[in-house]
């Protein structure tokens, strides 16, 4: 499938139009949708009032500040279930589940309280109903409160309330990066060496916005190439998703994770959306602390107000984790502060979106140091070290304008730099070696032994990134409708030094004679890579035969310029129709669906990729005498560049029920999807061939104490195949599943809550290019063999049902909670498919890198014998890991002056999880325990107090 | 434990949570995640025997170990029949021969006894368990004096065998044949891939061949393989791959040895003659690797070597072409000796086209049979017992390693990451020249030196 054609691309969205005008006239004449009311009142829990408390219905502009006795009451309010946001400064946030019947009025009562601990409304699970702000689609909502109480270091920690995602343990040992919704399979190798596995391509697809500006990995180069064979030594990660260790827990205000599909305001995505917002405004001072055997992390926070129109919030955090105490000193630390500003002009009093222009600075500094240092004893001469430093900067303007109406003006420049280091010794046999960096023939030298390989990878990715958008609100043909449209610009590029090593002492000691070895690199050459966007989003309520419909339609086209501007030509577009729609027969049920197309654009290292090198051995005369040996090699340099490579499109899809009563009454939700992703970027192996010069020697006796020379003009030459390895959009990832949630309300007698998740996920991940088999290097040297087969890609599937169970234990007199956590794996299945019968090759490839398909009918003919073998290099035996089950379990106490003491215990019984058979190891990550404390200082040191 | 101090009101109020049940369930949580890493482990039984100390062997419903006696009774093959009334020994049956017993996959797990006049002997206390066992018996001089002209190149008599012994007694029965000088032989392998490092060097590798005849041998064309290798039970542990009962048609084939590897020596007939008594090496790289590693051979005087496109070629060693290749060694020319052991051998040269193949299962390259009439000597080695029980336990040897007619009984001295080689145990000089031990097996046959010696036979 094709989305390279910009005029199929439009016409397709003319049938978008044609949708849009559909709605317009179903909306047409409908009555307008009934509304209800929500009054209520605040009060500390000895029913003290609470006034000038801010109380705002989630997920919409309604908002209200209580008077002097606490009360409140909200207009307008359109019907159906919301959540009910109370906050005020000294005090824990209270988030209240109303379902609102239209034309009602629903009365509630709030108690807060210093501690969040003391409140009875706490959620510390995901709200299974929840909706992010201004969308739609299926999302996870998490809170702070579930925050509080989740055991995380980092954003991975946050995102095991989402469903599908595995537990892991606390900590910034490795890597963290989320593909959603796909199996991550037990197999984490990819399918064509060099290209990323399909958990790397669903996390390269999973979009990130922090407070509001996209996070970026399109730049990160810090990846040695297929042929680099100290890359698994790196420490950090090259491929894939932004590393979630970069995103402290602490500083986590709010965390939305869209599953679904998303609106057209989010872009450069395959997967999903997860939308980060960290804490600022007013936030009382407070520290905290987290302490295990392997990890220990501190933080503070502190917000206030700066004369009436400013608010000043910093953080910080610190964080270190050691992978193996007492064994290595290797240690992941990560050090993160964050300076978020916001200047109201004009009106100052009252809520930001009142305000006639408000202006919010956000400026992130954070270091992520890994550091596995030598262990002469063990591993002599290996060590790796690296280190991520990113600053960004970014702003955002808004503009209030009449009628509720705004626009927005999002401006953020990030840079990262990213170091790493890698060395181990290497040993090789003797070979003959060159290290030419142009095209030619040269006399080359023959090298054996053992050496050390010191590789550095010095890159500096930069991301420009600016958005415009309006945000209004009309009463159109007799519908509500929430429009937002606007314009995003980005440029990414990498300035670093690029990838050093010694050539003589390269990261590689494999060398079949052909295949040459890599070669330093500048990315400071590297072009940058401009996209733009434009976009439209409309959100509308209808009413439908007594039914609520409720209704988000979008458009978005990505473009991806060839050029390193926004007003360089179009190298490829991706128009992107969205819809999603909810029926509501009842408040309390909800009939969902959605399908959209999304795009994410190629990494900078797949638009421009290193220049391949192929050193060739015309000579190998290696004689006893060092004095008389003779190599001499030709270097060829391929450029594998592919200037067709253009976006990957997913295509979502989703269908589902959601019945619920309030986030704290019964709630169940129940969802399939199919996401599609098409022309993922991979390596196609496109073959081609070198000629090879054939030298006859003179002066060959030996004991002359002089090497040989060459009889020159040349008199043969023979052909090398080789394959070039371009990236390209072959690549598919193919996710399909159920994803249940159940949310059953608290037994009273008890104090317990039960939550439980439920997710089947299978995951095909398919390479549409060709594959040449390991025996391909072999085919290449032997000069004899005319011609090899080749065969189809490989079909990965992969099967994963996941069910977690939550069980909370609350009470709010005590300020005491206890999750029990239950994982329970019920089936974890990895297969490859691809023929690997005598009679599986598709054809053959000759020595002049010439493809040849053989039909399936004359493949058991005798004239093909000799590409009658068996395929090499796939095994299509079945993985599976039995189902099991572990425990974790986290205990979360009220400590004097709002503080908080937390214990946590990560697979509590030590169970192993296990696959069978002599390559036996552990499933489940190990025991492992600790404490948590988090205190505010306002009240302890006097520098902030409650104000009721 | 609740002291005063700067975070006393923190301390205090933990310590005084009101609730019991709050405070037992994260006592109780506290208390089992402390204790998870005491475990309490067992006395191991005193070693007294073969093979004790290991865990398999332990009777756990008894609560002490089951022991065996095992009874070896030899048997001459009937073949050998005039041949043993020549040398005067007792009807079918072989006395004052030499028996050694080696419990599998266990170390420094080796006894020896002598048959007695029955051509028996016995060994009591064994633990219960799968054993090696092999029976040699040299000729002297004297008895080889007695010998036929037809028969005068009989060296001794060797058989051997594996099987499972149980309390309280079992026995076997060895079947032993006349061991013939041979021609052309293996006399030493270095199958050495040292680590350097964290990684392997496994450049250094070669095959010696000795002509143990009186005559000169051309070795032009003759053939150096590796032979079947599929006598380990993958079947039983990895799905999907070859269970012993479907490899021993090819591993147990009596017609010939399929043979994944084979390098065929170059020449035309008369290019490359050994004389009696003289040795050639055949090197992975003709190269002088004690420049890596000094405890690694100098081989810039083999008599052949194996390139490929991507090792150096001494233009002074004639190269040997690797004609069938399973393995992939990513251009570098080599003799493979695998990482677990297996059968190597050297043969006369064959017309490849007149000869069977067959590609089993999953491989990439068809195989051919090298005729049994062509094999000239064969090797065949397990790993250690050493490394067996660290290594090769998870998957376990087959019932059939080799057949008969080319081995009668499997050395167990492989160990690549030793820097050692296994030579062939010399009988002693016989017209000034050394004369090799071959007794068609390898257990008797062949010993593990310390002292690698390419080119050289003492």
């Given at each position: 499938?094709?989305?390279?054609?910009?005029?199929?691309?439009?016409?397709?969205?003319?049938?978008?139009?044609?949708?849009?005008?559909?709605?317009?006239?179903?909306?047409?004449?409908?009555?307008?949708?009934?509304?209800?009311?929500?009054?209520?009142?605040?009060?500390?829990?000895?029913?003290?009032?609470?006034?000038?408390?801010?109380?705002?219905?989630?997920?919409?502009?309604?908002?209200?500040?209580?008077?002097?006795?606490?009360?409140?009451?909200?207009?307008?309010?359109?019907?159906?279930?919301?959540?009910?946001?109370?906050?005020?400064?000294?005090y824990a946030p209270a988030r209240i589940g109303v379902t609102l019947p239209a034309g009602g009025l629903v009365t509630v009562?709030?108690?807060?309280?210093?501690?969040?601990?003391?409140?009875?409304?706490?959620?510390?699970?995901?709200?299974?109903?929840?909706?992010?702000?201004?969308?739609?689609?299926?999302?996870?909502?998490?809170?702070?409160?579930?925050?509080?109480?989740?055991?995380?270091?980092?954003?991975?920690?946050?995102?095991?309330?989402?469903?599908?995602?595995?537990?892991?343990?606390?900590?910034?040992?490795?890597?963290?990066?989320?593909?959603?919704?796909?199996?991550?399979?037990?197999?984490?190798?990819?399918?064509?060496?060099?290209?990323?596995?399909?958990?790397?391509?669903?996390?390269?697809?999973?979009?990130?916005?922090?407070?509001?500006?996209?996070?970026?990995?399109?730049?990160?180069?810090?990846?040695?190439?297929?042929?680099?064979?100290?890359?698994?030594?790196?420490?950090?990660?090259?491929?894939?998703?932004?590393?979630?260790?970069?995103?402290?827990?602490?500083?986590?205000?709010?965390?939305?994770?869209?599953?679904?599909?998303?609106?057209?305001?989010?872009?450069?995505?395959?997967?999903?959306?997860?939308?980060?917002?960290?804490?600022?405004?007013?936030?009382?001072?407070?520290?905290?602390?987290?302490?295990?055997?392997?990890?220990?992390?501190?933080?503070?926070?502190?917000?206030?107000?700066?004369?009436?129109?400013?608010?000043?919030?910093?953080?910080?955090?610190?964080?270190?984790?050691?992978?193996?105490?007492?064994?290595?000193?290797?240690?992941?630390?990560?050090?993160?502060?964050?300076?978020?500003?916001?200047?109201?002009?004009?009106?100052?009093?009252?809520?930001?979106?009142?305000?006639?222009?408000?202006?919010?600075?956000?400026?992130?500094?954070?270091?992520?140091?890994?550091?596995?240092?030598?262990?002469?004893?063990?591993?002599?001469?290996?060590?790796?070290?690296?280190?991520?430093?990113?600053?960004?900067?970014?702003?955002?303007?808004?503009?209030?304008?009449?009628?509720?109406?705004?626009?927005?003006?999002?401006?953020?420049?990030?840079?990262?730099?990213?170091?790493?280091?890698?060395?181990?010794?290497?040993?090789?046999?003797?070979?003959?070696?060159?290290?030419?960096?142009?095209?030619?023939?040269?006399?080359?030298?023959?090298?054996?032994?053992?050496?050390?390989?010191?590789?550095?990878?010095?890159?500096?990715?930069?991301?420009?990134?600016?958005?415009?958008?309006?945000?209004?609100?009309?009463?159109?043909?007799?519908?509500?409708?929430?429009?937002?449209?606007?314009?995003?610009?980005?440029?990414?590029?990498?300035?670093?030094?690029?990838?050093?090593?010694?050539?003589?002492?390269?990261?590689?000691?494999?060398?079949?004679?052909?295949?040459?070895?890599?070669?330093?690199?500048?990315?400071?050459?590297?072009?940058?890579?401009?996209?733009?966007?434009?976009?439209?989003?409309?959100?509308?309520?209808?009413?439908?035969?007594?039914?609520?419909?409720?209704?988000?339609?979008?458009?978005?086209?990505?473009?991806?310029?060839?050029?390193?501007?926004?007003?360089?030509?179009?190298?490829?577009?991706?128009?992107?129709?969205?819809?999603?729609?909810?029926?509501?027969?009842?408040?309390?049920?909800?009939?969902?669906?959605?399908?959209?197309?999304?795009?994410?654009?190629?990494?900078?290292?797949?638009?421009?990729?290193?220049?391949?090198?192929?050193?060739?051995?015309?000579?190998?005369?290696?004689?006893?005498?060092?004095?008389?040996?003779?190599?001499?090699?030709?270097?060829?340099?391929?450029?594998?560049?592919?200037?067709?490579?253009?976006?990957?499109?997913?295509?979502?899809?989703?269908?589902?029920?959601?019945?619920?009563?309030?986030?704290?009454?019964?709630?169940?939700?129940?969802?399939?999807?199919?996401?599609?992703?098409?022309?993922?970027?991979?390596?196609?192996?496109?073959?081609?061939?070198?000629?090879?010069?054939?030298?006859?020697?003179?002066?060959?006796?030996?004991?002359?104490?002089?090497?040989?020379?060459?009889?020159?003009?040349?008199?043969?030459?023979?052909?090398?195949?080789?394959?070039?390895?371009?990236?390209?959009?072959?690549?598919?990832?193919?996710?399909?599943?159920?994803?249940?949630?159940?949310?059953?309300?608290?037994?009273?007698?008890?104090?317990?809550?039960?939550?439980?998740?439920?997710?089947?996920?299978?995951?095909?991940?398919?390479?549409?290019?060709?594959?040449?088999?390991?025996?391909?290097?072999?085919?290449?040297?032997?000069?004899?063999?005319?011609?090899?087969?080749?065969?189809?890609?490989?079909?990965?599937?992969?099967?994963?049902?996941?069910?977690?169970?939550?069980?909370?234990?609350?009470?709010?007199?005590?300020?005491?909670?206890?999750?029990?956590?239950?994982?329970?794996?019920?089936?974890?299945?990895?297969?490859?498919?691809?023929?690997?019968?005598?009679?599986?090759?598709?054809?053959?490839?000759?020595?002049?890198?010439?493809?040849?398909?053989?039909?399936?009918?004359?493949?058991?003919?005798?004239?093909?014998?000799?590409?009658?073998?068996?395929?090499?290099?796939?095994?299509?035996?079945?993985?599976?890991?039995?189902?099991?089950?572990?425990?974790?379990?986290?205990?979360?106490?009220?400590?004097?002056?709002?503080?908080?003491?937390?214990?946590?215990?990560?697979?509590?019984?030590?169970?192993?999880?296990?696959?069978?058979?002599?390559?036996?190891?552990?499933?489940?990550?190990?025991?492992?325990?600790?404490?948590?404390?988090?205190?505010?200082?306002?009240?302890?040191?006097?520098?902030?107090?409650?104000?009721? | 434990?609740?002291?005063?101090?700067?975070?006393?009101?923190?301390?205090?109020?933990?310590?005084?949570?009101?609730?019991?049940?709050?405070?037992?369930?994260?006592?109780?949580?506290?208390?089992?995640?402390?204790?998870?890493?005491?475990?309490?482990?067992?006395?191991?039984?005193?070693?007294?025997?073969?093979?004790?100390?290991?865990?398999?062997?332990?009777?756990?419903?008894?609560?002490?170990?089951?022991?065996?006696?095992?009874?070896?009774?030899?048997?001459?093959?009937?073949?050998?029949?005039?041949?043993?009334?020549?040398?005067?020994?007792?009807?079918?049956?072989?006395?004052?021969?030499?028996?050694?017993?080696?419990?599998?996959?266990?170390?420094?797990?080796?006894?020896?006894?002598?048959?007695?006049?029955?051509?028996?002997?016995?060994?009591?206390?064994?633990?219960?368990?799968?054993?090696?066992?092999?029976?040699?018996?040299?000729?002297?001089?004297?008895?080889?004096?007695?010998?036929?002209?037809?028969?005068?190149?009989?060296?001794?008599?060797?058989?051997?065998?594996?099987?499972?012994?149980?309390?309280?007694?079992?026995?076997?029965?060895?079947?032993?044949?006349?061991?013939?000088?041979?021609?052309?032989?293996?006399?030493?392998?270095?199958?050495?891939?040292?680590?350097?490092?964290?990684?392997?060097?496994?450049?250094?590798?070669?095959?010696?061949?000795?002509?143990?005849?009186?005559?000169?041998?051309?070795?032009?064309?003759?053939?150096?393989?590796?032979?079947?290798?599929?006598?380990?039970?993958?079947?039983?542990?990895?799905?999907?791959?070859?269970?012993?009962?479907?490899?021993?048609?090819?591993?147990?084939?009596?017609?010939?040895?399929?043979?994944?590897?084979?390098?065929?020596?170059?020449?035309?007939?008369?290019?490359?003659?050994?004389?009696?008594?003289?040795?050639?090496?055949?090197?992975?790289?003709?190269?002088?690797?004690?420049?890596?590693?000094?405890?690694?051979?100098?081989?810039?005087?083999?008599?052949?070597?194996?390139?490929?496109?991507?090792?150096?070629?001494?233009?002074?060693?004639?190269?040997?072409?690797?004609?069938?290749?399973?393995?992939?060694?990513?251009?570098?020319?080599?003799?493979?000796?695998?990482?677990?052991?297996?059968?190597?051998?050297?043969?006369?040269?064959?017309?490849?086209?007149?000869?069977?193949?067959?590609?089993?299962?999953?491989?990439?390259?068809?195989?051919?049979?090298?005729?049994?009439?062509?094999?000239?000597?064969?090797?065949?080695?397990?790993?250690?017992?050493?490394?067996?029980?660290?290594?090769?336990?998870?998957?376990?040897?087959?019932?059939r390693f080799i057949n008969e007619v080319f081995d009668r009984q499997r050395a167990v001295l492989f160990d690549p990451g030793?820097?050692?080689?296994?030579?062939?145990?010399?009988?002693?000089?016989?017209?000034?020249?050394?004369?090799?031990?071959?007794?068609?097996?390898?257990?008797?046959?062949?010993?593990?030196?310390?002292?690698?010696?390419?080119?050289?036979?003492?």
């Open positions: 499938m094709s989305f390279g054609s910009v005029p199929q691309v439009f016409s397709r969205g003319g049938l978008l139009l044609a949708c849009l005008a559909l709605f317009w006239t179903t909306a047409r004449g409908q009555e307008r949708p009934e509304t209800g009311r929500i009054a209520g009142r605040v009060t500390l829990a000895d029913g003290m009032p609470v006034p000038g408390a801010i109380v705002t219905v989630e997920g919409t502009d309604l908002r209200v500040t209580t008077d002097t006795a606490g009360r409140f009451h909200l207009m307008r309010v359109p019907a159906g279930p919301h959540v009910l946001l109370v906050r005020r400064l000294g009562k709030v108690t807060l309280a210093r501690n969040w601990l003391n409140m009875p409304q706490i959620v510390v699970t995901a709200d299974p109903t929840g909706r992010a702000r201004g969308e739609l689609g299926t999302a996870t909502v998490i809170n702070r409160d579930a925050i509080e109480h989740q055991t995380a270091t980092s954003l991975q920690g946050i995102l095991e309330l989402v469903p599908g995602v595995p537990l892991q343990p606390p900590g910034l040992a490795t890597v963290q990066q989320i593909p959603l919704r796909s199996v991550p399979t037990s197999t984490p190798a990819s399918l064509v060496a060099g290209g990323p596995s399909a958990a790397e391509l669903a996390a390269f697809g999973t979009l990130i916005v922090l407070d509001g500006v996209p996070l970026s990995n399109n730049a990160n180069l810090q990846t040695t190439g297929p042929r680099g064979e100290l890359g698994s030594f790196l420490p950090t990660g090259g491929t894939g998703g932004v590393d979630l260790r970069l995103i402290p827990a602490s500083t986590i205000e709010r965390v939305e994770v869209i599953r679904g599909v998303p609106s057209a305001r989010y872009g450069d995505l395959s997967q999903g959306v997860i939308v980060v917002d960290t804490r600022a405004a007013s936030v009382e001072p407070a520290t905290g602390g987290r302490v295990d055997p392997r990890t220990i992390e501190g933080n503070a926070i502190y917000g206030s107000a700066v004369g009436v129109a400013q608010r000043l919030t910093t953080s910080l955090d610190v964080a270190r984790t050691r992978l193996q105490p007492g064994l290595t000193a290797d240690a992941a630390t990560r050090v993160a502060a964050r300076v978020a500003h916001r200047l109201r002009i004009g009106r100052s009093d009252g809520p930001v979106e009142s305000a006639p222009l408000a202006l919010d600075t956000r400026l992130d500094l954070v270091s992520l140091v890994a550091d596995n240092p030598e262990r002469p004893a063990v591993f002599p001469g290996r060590a790796s070290f690296g280190r991520d430093l990113g600053l960004r900067l970014s702003e955002r303007l808004r503009v209030a304008l009449r009628g509720g109406n705004s626009a927005t003006a999002t401006l953020s420049a990030s840079y990262t730099q990213q170091r790493s280091r890698v060395q181990a010794l290497r040993l090789r046999g003797a070979l003959p070696f060159t290290d030419r960096v142009t095209e030619g023939t040269s006399v080359g030298r023959f090298v054996e032994g053992q050496y050390l390989s010191q590789l550095r990878i010095e890159g500096d990715a930069w991301f420009l990134y600016g958005r415009l958008e309006g945000d209004f609100h009309a009463h159109v043909l007799g519908v509500d409708h929430r429009f937002v449209t606007g314009g995003e610009l980005r440029r990414e590029w990498n300035a670093g030094a690029g990838l050093m090593f010694d050539i003589e002492r390269p990261p590689q000691v494999t060398f079949n004679g052909v295949q040459g070895f890599d070669r330093p690199r500048r990315f400071d050459v590297i072009p940058p890579v401009a996209t733009s966007t434009l976009y439209a989003d409309d959100r509308l309520l209808l009413s439908v035969l007594g039914m609520t419909l409720e209704t988000q339609v979008g458009l978005r086209l990505d473009l991806l310029h060839s050029g390193t501007h926004w007003f360089s030509d179009v190298r490829h577009a991706v128009l992107q129709p969205r819809v999603n729609l909810q029926l509501s027969p009842w408040p309390w049920i909800r009939l969902r669906g959605g399908f959209g197309r999304t795009a994410k654009t190629p990494a900078v290292g797949s638009l421009y990729p290193a220049r391949q090198y192929y050193d060739v051995v015309n000579v190998n005369w290696f004689a006893n005498d060092p004095a008389e040996r003779l190599a001499v090699l030709t270097t060829f340099i391929r450029d594998p560049t592919n200037f067709g490579l253009g976006f990957a499109v997913a295509r979502k899809q989703e269908a589902g029920l959601e019945m619920g009563t309030g986030s704290r009454g019964l709630a169940l939700s129940v969802l399939a999807f199919n996401d599609r992703t098409s022309g993922g970027v991979g390596f196609r192996s496109v073959p081609g061939f070198l000629v090879r010069d054939l030298y006859d020697l003179a002066d060959s006796t030996s004991g002359t104490g002089k090497p040989p020379s060459l009889i020159e003009p040349l008199t043969r030459a023979d052909t090398v195949p080789i394959l070039l390895g371009r990236p390209d959009n072959v690549l598919t990832l193919d996710s399909r599943g159920l994803e249940a949630t159940l949310a059953i309300p608290e037994i009273r007698l008890l104090h317990i809550r039960l939550h439980v998740q439920a997710t089947w996920v299978q995951t095909e991940f398919r390479d549409e290019g060709l594959d040449f088999g390991a025996a391909f290097s072999d085919f290449q040297i032997a000069g004899s063999q005319p011609r090899a087969p080749f065969w189809e890609g490989i079909n990965r599937t992969s099967e994963r049902a996941l069910i977690t169970y939550r069980l909370v234990y609350h009470r709010p007199d005590l300020g005491f909670v206890v999750t029990a956590v239950v994982e329970h794996i019920a089936k974890e299945v990895t297969e490859d498919i691809a023929g690997v019968d005598p009679l599986s090759f598709a054809g053959y490839v000759t020595r002049t890198g010439d493809l040849v398909p053989v039909p399936r009918a004359e493949r058991g003919n005798p004239e093909f014998a000799d590409l009658q073998v068996a395929r090499s290099g796939v095994t299509t035996a079945r993985q599976s890991t039995p189902a099991d089950w572990f425990l974790s379990l986290q205990v979360s106490k009220s400590l004097p002056f709002g503080g908080r003491l937390g214990f946590y215990a990560f697979n509590l019984l030590d169970r192993q999880g296990r696959i069978t058979g002599p390559l036996s190891a552990r499933v489940f990550p190990r025991l492992q325990f600790g404490l948590e404390v988090m205190m505010p200082l306002g009240a302890v040191f006097g520098l902030s107090e409650p104000r009721p | 434990m609740c002291r005063a101090g700067r975070l006393s009101h923190v301390i205090d109020a933990t310590c005084r949570l009101r609730h019991k049940a709050s405070v037992m369930l994260l006592v109780s949580a506290l208390l089992t995640a402390c204790e998870h890493e005491i475990t309490l482990l067992k006395p191991l039984p005193t070693a007294a025997s073969p093979g004790d100390g290991d865990s398999a062997a332990v009777d756990s419903t008894a609560g002490t170990l089951q022991r065996a006696t095992l009874t070896i009774r030899t048997h001459l093959a009937p073949g050998d029949a005039a041949l043993a009334a020549t040398l005067g020994l007792p009807d079918g049956v072989l006395p004052e021969a030499a028996v050694t017993v080696s419990r599998v996959g266990t170390a420094a797990s080796t006894v020896q006894g002598t048959t007695d006049s029955a051509g028996a002997t016995e060994f009591s206390g064994l633990l219960v368990g799968r054993y090696d066992v092999s029976v040699l018996r040299l000729l002297s001089a004297a008895e080889r004096a007695l010998l036929d002209s037809s028969d005068a190149d009989v060296t001794g008599f060797a058989g051997g065998g594996s099987g499972s012994v149980s309390a309280p007694s079992t026995e076997f029965t060895i079947t032993t044949s006349a061991g013939r000088r041979g021609s052309l032989v293996i006399s030493e392998l270095f199958p050495a891939m040292p680590r350097i490092g964290d990684q392997g060097y496994n450049f250094a590798t070669y095959i010696e061949l000795y002509n143990n005849t009186d005559t000169t041998i051309y070795l032009d064309g003759k053939l150096i393989g590796m032979g079947p290798f599929w006598f380990r039970d993958f079947g039983q542990t990895q799905k999907g791959f070859f269970p012993c009962s479907l490899t021993v048609q090819w591993q147990d084939d009596p017609d010939g040895l399929w043979a994944p590897m084979l390098i065929r020596l170059p020449g035309n007939g008369t290019s490359y003659p050994l004389g009696p008594g003289l040795a050639a090496v055949v090197a992975s790289d003709a190269i002088d690797h004690s420049v890596v590693d000094r405890r690694l051979p100098n081989l810039t005087t083999a008599a052949f070597e194996s390139v490929g496109s991507a090792d150096v070629d001494n233009p002074s060693v004639p190269n040997a072409r690797t004609i069938v290749l399973e393995f992939q060694t990513l251009g570098r020319g080599m003799m493979f000796f695998g990482v677990g052991g297996g059968i190597h051998f050297v043969a006369d040269a064959v017309d490849l086209n007149t000869v069977p193949w067959m590609r089993p299962g999953s491989y990439n390259n068809r195989i051919p049979r090298i005729p049994r009439a062509k094999i000239l000597d064969v090797f065949a080695s397990s790993m250690t017992p050493a490394l067996e029980a660290t290594e090769g336990m998870q998957t376990p040897l087959c019932d030793e820097i050692a080689s296994i030579q062939r145990r010399t009988i002693g000089l016989f017209d000034g020249r050394v004369l090799l031990q071959r007794t068609k097996s390898s257990a008797a046959d062949f010993i593990s030196s310390r002292l690698i010696s390419p080119g050289v036979v003492r």
